[in-house]
């Protein structure tokens, strides 16, 4: 009996006991959890040790270069320093500091990419997804940055302690969004700045892309002055961005970047090539990992689905899809296929990209355009149509 009494206020006491800490998250794994399409999914397991085992193969000459290299860079604060210490030989599996850019576009999948990449062992997290230290924290145009600027970017943003605890076998880099729209300036000085980075630009159908951005700014509640004063119709705002002759969606920033990043330093990703089901998705990430210098499959050849906001709610919920009648998309289509066919333009006068891939490129955006004509439009130039994106 007295036993039972025992065992009850054990049972009593436990009851009344907080529950076990969580264990901790470490910096890496709070960043994954944030990458998860739903919350009960497991947070994906990293060996952060993996980039080490090509230590192990090196020659003792090798093994010095690798020590020079980390010691030089790791020495650095500011960027000057970093120019020199950089233009020292590296040992096999060594990268530069910073090694990448995924300069935008914003909602063309760079979550999504970010995501993929920071699970590869070869990548070094930041410490932030989307710092825009050097479009926001540095004055424009010259990008001038200030030594603490500079030494909080280098130290801490680009997390130079745990890249150089790794010798630079794990590749740092900065995927802030808005850089890529910031071409006419920031396409030059990053050039000069970090002259070996590889740089990398998504593109999404410039409709659906500015339907997006427009939702994205909706939902965090920024003021759409077009939105307001044209009564909630989303058609004029879409037409004013596309039509946007400095920007024109994509055309007129990607040329800069073009213009001053070599074939071999600047790679361009199609939205919906990337994130298709089909084996395009697998390739486009292979061709991103080989074009970065890193082992082709892995973390795994499918791009995860994150930080997504359209097809969220019930059938009628705002994103599900946007009215504008035939003759207005016909508009936009129009826009946006001369948006398109400058990018493509681009592509065959910079010698980038194969003739055919060039071809699915146009024909991708031209799909999604004939979807919502034939599926989602009613007959006749005023038939409602209710257009999904991409
Ligand atoms: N794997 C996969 N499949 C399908 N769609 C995908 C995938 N990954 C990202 N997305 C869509 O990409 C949009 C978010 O893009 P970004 O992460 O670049 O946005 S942001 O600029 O960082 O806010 C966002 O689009 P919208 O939902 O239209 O906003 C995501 O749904």
Not at 334 to 357: F, P, S, Y
Request: glycine share 4%.
């Amino acid at each position: 009996m007295q036993r039972d009494i025992a065992s009850f206020g054990r049972g009593l006491y436990t009851r009344l006991l907080p529950p076990p800490p969580e264990p901790e998250l470490t910096p890496l794994q709070q960043q994954l959890m944030g990458c998860r399409t739903f919350k009960n999914e497991e947070i994906p397991f990293v060996d952060e040790t993996a980039s080490l085992k090509v230590l192990d193969t090196y020659t003792s000459q090798q093994r010095q270069t690798a020590e020079r290299f980390t010691a030089a860079v790791a020495a650095c604060s500011n960027f000057t320093c970093l120019q020199r210490a950089n233009k020292l030989p590296r040992a096999p599996g060594q990268f530069r500091f910073p090694h990448f850019f995924i300069l935008g576009f914003p909602k063309c999948a760079t979550t999504s990419l970010y995501c993929h990449l920071i699970q590869h062992p070869q990548v070094q997290y930041p410490r932030h997804k989307e710092p825009h230290t050097l479009n926001m924290q540095c004055s424009a145009p010259k990008m001038e940055c200030s030594p603490e600027v500079q030494r909080e970017y280098v130290t801490e943003t680009l997390n130079m302690g745990e890249a150089a605890a790794s010798m630079f076998t794990r590749a740092a880099f900065d995927g802030s969004t808005h850089y890529a729209a910031e071409g006419h300036y920031m396409a030059e000085r990053l050039k000069a700045t970090f002259p070996w980075a590889k740089v990398v630009i998504s593109m999404r159908d410039p409709i659906s892309q500015a339907l997006a951005m427009h939702l994205h700014n909706l939902s965090h509640n920024r003021t759409d002055v077009c939105w307001e004063e044209s009564g909630k119709r989303i058609y004029p705002c879409i037409a004013q961005d596309l039509e946007d002759a400095a920007r024109a969606r994509y055309g007129p920033r990607v040329a800069k970047w073009m213009q001053h990043f070599s074939a071999d330093q600047l790679m361009l990703v199609q939205y919906e090539s990337v994130i298709s089901k089909g084996p395009s998705m697998a390739e486009d990430l292979q061709e991103l990992k080989g074009f970065l210098g890193f082992e082709l499959h892995l973390p795994s050849d499918s791009l995860p689905l994150t930080n997504w906001k359209h097809n969220r709610g019930g059938p009628d919920a705002l994103g599900r899809y946007w009215n504008m009648t035939r003759s207005e998309y016909e508009h936009l289509v129009d826009l946006a296929r001369r948006n398109a066919q400058e990018v493509i333009k681009l592509m065959e006068t910079n010698g980038r990209a194969e003739k055919q891939q060039r071809a699915n490129w146009l024909r991708n955006w031209e799909d999604v355009w004939k979807m919502n004509l034939e599926d989602n439009c009613e007959a006749g130039p005023d038939g409602n149509c209710k257009i999904v994106v991409s």
